[in-house]
């Protein structure tokens, strides 16, 4: 059982870690809060049954297709709707709310509700420790670590990633040292949303494939981001494994525990929050303190 | 004293577009079901009226501290659940009757609106959404897990009907819609004479830093502000679990919070009327998007997406601001086409 809550605590967060790191990304840099991000990870793992099970393409070239589709669409949206209202925040809010619908419906529309299910890239299983891993957990895994690692290069050693992490810190300072604000926006945005393609690449194999499939992490990548302190790179992974842990945990020792689990994870973010107001690694802004 | 009355009405509502819209709207919503009788069309009307109810209590807490409240079902799905649990009577001895379970049932939404609070008065921002939109959820789970109490995903069905007829039940919800609205207007009026918490809510939502420093205990205001809008919202929950005769798990859902928020700032935010003209615009065009039922929701959000991008202040703020303009000297508000003021013949250009 341990190995069990194991091995699904590194998927599962490994999943939530790229949703939330996107999410935080925005947030952090343009200061909004972008509540279609789970709807590109939706998108990207409809591209995957598109490409894969309807065309029948390699899976290698139908993860490239839908993940730069998916990213596409994201910096697409983010010209046409958000960069346009980006001062009013709760027009922010609800524009890209909004915009998650209009996807979900889209894709009603063209898929219908009708369940389905993309074919794995890799069968067969690795036996660790007498744990049997599906190949394509160890997938998962392996490509969300990959990703976060390359991301957090990208942040910390490039000059990419200083003009981003300088924009996120102030954006008006940042614009008088000579950085092209919009363009970073616009750069985070397709990062973001790549992240968020990639998740959905990644899980599109294990799970079933619907429309609504977006609310679920939706509401996950939320806790995740507030728990780890919005905008920190660093809290929204720590944060994605917590929270991950939990989940895993109530489905693993109590009855009823598939209906809690959420509940669980939402309990654990609320009691972080009544402590720790600012998030686990969040930062308090001497003009935002109340 | 009538005469002075009528110079009142004549000065502050007639002159006032804005105003006389309500007021003639208003009177219309009271002559409908003497034209309409189809069940269809009040039972729509019905629902409006307990949303409108339910969109301005979001406003009163959201628009006016700047509290935003994600989880706003949560006091509905509470006075919901609350209410039908006392109206079967299942736990807890006799049948409640009808104007009973409700205001508990309302009360029991201020004790949830109080419970969000003590989380809600430390965080700001983002961090308060997301913390109130954990609530509902939370209590969803927990609905699931017990399903001998609650009665799991389909809910407690078979409670009382409002009334016999439906057109009982319109004038009802239409009563108790115009009393909570009048209400919370009052409360939020920052001009009114009576009350003073117009004036403070609008203090915190403008500076919260200095409504404190002008010593107003600001974290009693906001308790008030999710006491009082916790209490509407519930009444919003009872009226709807009695109409629809059950209270299920879809009160509490992601979408009915989100849809306060839609409602609310599509209409106009911090307004009042605001939440009131936008239930009424989309609750009904939802309704006669059922025609094309796969393009319903396709549309509906197609429409808040493009009324946001042109109109960001929201749709009846926008009209207003066609329709009135504020005197630049004695802040008395006319009509657009005055050259100069009513009042003080300032000119207006």
Same mark, same amino acid.
Request: charged share 10%; aromatic share 12%.
């Given at each position: 059982?341990?190995?069990?809550?194991?091995?699904?605590?590194?998927?599962?967060?490994?999943?939530?870690?790229?949703?939330?790191?996107?999410?935080?990304?925005?947030?952090?840099?343009?200061?909004?809060?972008?509540?279609?991000?789970?709807?590109?990870?939706?998108?990207?793992?409809?591209?995957?049954?598109?490409?894969?099970?309807?065309?029948?393409?390699?899976?290698?070239?139908?993860?490239?297709?839908?993940?730069?589709?998916?990213?596409?669409?994201?910096?697409?949206?983010?010209?046409?709707?958000?960069?346009?209202?980006?001062?009013?925040?709760?027009?922010?809010?609800? @524009?890209?709310?909004?915009?998650?619908?209009?996807?979900?419906?889209?894709?009603?529309?063209?898929?219908?509700?009708?369940?389905?299910?993309?074919?794995?890239?890799?069968?067969?299983?690795?036996?660790?420790?007498?744990?049997?891993?599906?190949?394509?957990?160890?997938? @998962?895994?392996?490509?969300?670590?990959?990703?976060?690692?390359?991301?957090?290069?990208?942040?910390?050693?490039?000059?990419?990633?200083?003009?981003?992490?300088?924009?996120?810190?102030?954006?008006?300072?940042?614009?008088?040292?000579?950085?092209?604000?919009?363009?970073?926006?616009?750069?985070?945005?397709?990062?973001?949303?790549?992240?968020?393609?990639?998740?959905?690449?990644?899980?599109?194999?294990?799970?079933?494939?619907?429309?609504?499939?977006?609310?679920?992490?939706?509401?996950?990548?939320?806790?995740?981001?507030?728990?780890?302190?919005?905008?920190?790179?660093?809290?929204?992974?720590?944060?994605?494994?917590?929270?991950?842990?939990?989940?895993?945990?109530?489905?693993?020792?109590?009855?009823?525990?598939?209906?809690?689990?959420?509940?669980?994870?939402?309990?654990?973010?609320?009691?972080?929050?009544?402590?720790?107001?600012?998030?686990?690694?969040?930062?308090?802004?001497?003009?935002?303190?109340? | 004293?009538?005469?002075?009355?009528?110079?009142?009405?004549?000065?502050?509502?007639?002159?006032?577009?804005?105003?006389?819209?309500?007021?003639?709207?208003?009177?219309?919503?009271?002559?409908?079901?003497?034209?309409?009788?189809?069940?269809?069309?009040?039972?729509?009307?019905?629902?409006?009226?307990?949303?409108?109810?339910?969109?301005?209590?979001?406003?009163?807490?959201?628009?006016?501290?700047?509290?935003?409240?994600?989880?706003?079902?949560?006091?509905?799905?509470?006075?919901?659940?609350?209410?039908?649990?006392?109206?079967?009577?299942?736990?807890?001895?006799?049948?409640?009757?009808?104007?009973?379970?409700?205001?508990?049932?309302?009360?029991?939404?201020?004790?949830?609106?109080?419970?969000?609070?003590?989380?809600?008065?430390?965080?700001?921002?983002?961090?308060?959404?997301?913390?109130?939109?954990?609530?509902?959820?939370?209590?969803?789970?927990?609905?699931?897990?017990?399903?001998?109490?609650?009665?799991?995903?389909?809910?407690?069905?078979?409670?009382?009907?409002?009334?016999?007829?439906?057109?009982?039940?319109?004038?009802?919800?239409?009563?108790?819609?115009?009393?909570?609205?009048?209400?919370?207007?009052?409360?939020?009026?920052?001009?009114?004479?009576?009350?003073?918490?117009?004036?403070?809510?609008?203090?915190?939502?403008?500076?919260?830093?200095?409504?404190?420093?002008?010593?107003?205990?600001?974290?009693?205001?906001?308790?008030?502000?999710?006491?009082?809008?916790?209490?509407?919202?519930?009444?919003?929950?009872?009226?709807?679990?009695?109409?629809?005769?059950?209270?299920?798990?879809?009160?509490?859902?992601?979408?009915?919070?989100?849809?306060?928020?839609?409602?609310?700032?599509?209409?106009?935010?911090?307004?009042?009327?605001?939440?009131?003209?936008?239930?009424?615009?989309?609750?009904?065009?939802?309704?006669?998007?059922?025609?094309?039922?796969?393009?319903?929701?396709?549309?509906?959000?197609?429409?808040?997406?493009?009324?946001?991008?042109?109109?960001?202040?929201?749709?009846?703020?926008?009209?207003?601001?066609?329709?009135?303009?504020?005197?630049?000297?004695?802040?008395?508000?006319?009509?657009?086409?005055?050259?100069?003021?009513?009042?003080?013949?300032?000119?207006?250009?």
């Amino acid at each position: 059982m341990i190995e069990g809550i194991v091995v699904n605590t590194l998927v599962r967060g490994g999943v939530y870690a790229l949703l939330a790191l996107g999410f935080s990304l925005i947030f952090g840099v343009a200061r909004v809060l972008q509540l279609s991000h789970t709807a590109f990870y939706m998108l990207a793992a409809y591209g995957i049954f598109t490409f894969a099970d309807l065309l029948g393409w390699d899976p290698i070239w139908s993860i490239l297709a839908s993940i730069i589709i998916t990213t596409g669409l994201g910096l697409l949206t983010y010209k046409l709707f958000i960069d346009r209202v980006r001062e009013h925040h709760v027009t922010v809010m609800l @524009i890209t709310l909004a915009l998650a619908i209009v996807f979900q419906e889209i894709m009603l529309i063209f898929f219908t509700g009708q369940y389905r299910s993309a074919p794995a890239f890799v069968t067969g299983y690795w036996e660790i420790i007498g744990v049997k891993v599906a190949y394509q957990h160890l997938l @998962i895994f392996a490509g969300a670590l990959v990703v976060l690692v390359a991301v957090w290069m990208l942040l910390s050693k490039t000059k990419l990633g200083i003009a981003i992490r300088a924009t996120a810190q102030d954006t008006e300072i940042a614009n008088l040292m000579g950085i092209n604000v919009s363009t970073i926006l616009l750069v985070v945005m397709g990062i973001a949303t790549g992240l968020a393609a990639v998740a959905g690449v990644l899980v599109a194999p294990t799970l079933v494939l619907e429309p609504h499939m977006l609310w679920p992490p939706f509401v996950m990548v939320m806790a995740i981001i507030t728990l780890g302190g919005l905008g920190s790179v660093k809290g929204s992974i720590v944060g994605a494994f917590i929270l991950a842990l939990v989940e895993v945990l109530v489905v693993y020792l109590l009855p009823t525990g598939a209906f809690l689990k959420g509940a669980a994870a939402l309990l654990v973010m609320v009691i972080v929050l009544t402590v720790r107001p600012e998030g686990l690694f969040g930062v308090v802004f001497e003009e935002e303190r109340l | 004293m009538l005469s002075r009355l009528f110079r009142d009405f004549q000065g502050d509502v007639i002159a006032i577009p804005g105003r006389l819209i309500a007021v003639v709207f208003f009177a219309l919503l009271f002559l409908i079901p003497l034209f309409v009788q189809q069940p269809y069309v009040l039972r729509t009307l019905i629902f409006a009226n307990m949303f409108v109810i339910f969109a301005v209590s979001w406003d009163f807490i959201s628009g006016y501290t700047g509290q935003m409240n994600f989880g706003h079902a949560l006091f509905f799905g509470v006075a919901a659940y609350t209410s039908a649990m006392l109206n079967r009577g299942a736990p807890l001895g006799p049948d409640w009757p009808i104007w009973a379970s409700i205001p508990v049932g309302a009360l029991a939404g201020t004790a949830a609106g109080v419970i969000m609070c003590l989380p809600a008065l430390r965080l700001r921002g983002p961090y308060l959404a997301l913390v109130t939109l954990a609530f509902p959820l939370i209590l969803t789970g927990i609905i699931f897990a017990n399903t001998q109490f609650t009665g799991g995903e389909l809910g407690i069905s078979g409670l009382d009907r409002i009334s016999e007829s439906r057109t009982v039940d319109y004038y009802v919800s239409l009563l108790v819609m115009l009393v909570s609205v009048f209400i919370m207007w009052k409360l939020t009026d920052a001009r009114s004479g009576l009350v003073r918490t117009g004036i403070i809510l609008h203090a915190i939502r403008e500076d919260e830093i200095a409504a404190r420093a002008s010593g107003i205990n600001t974290i009693r205001y906001k308790l008030f502000a999710f006491i009082v809008g916790g209490f509407f919202a519930g009444i919003a929950g009872g009226l709807y679990a009695h109409f629809m005769r059950i209270a299920g798990p879809s009160t509490l859902e992601l979408t009915l919070s989100f849809q306060a928020i839609i409602w609310t700032v599509f209409g106009g935010i911090v307004s009042i009327y605001g939440p009131v003209v936008g239930v009424y615009i989309l609750y009904p065009m939802m309704e006669f998007l059922r025609v094309v039922p796969e393009f319903r929701m396709l549309f509906f959000a197609g429409i808040v997406v493009v009324i946001l991008l042109f109109m960001p202040e929201g749709i009846a703020v926008w009209i207003r601001d066609k329709l009135e303009r504020e005197c630049p000297r004695c802040k008395l508000t006319n009509v657009w086409w005055r050259r100069t003021c009513r009042a003080c013949s300032t000119s207006l250009y």
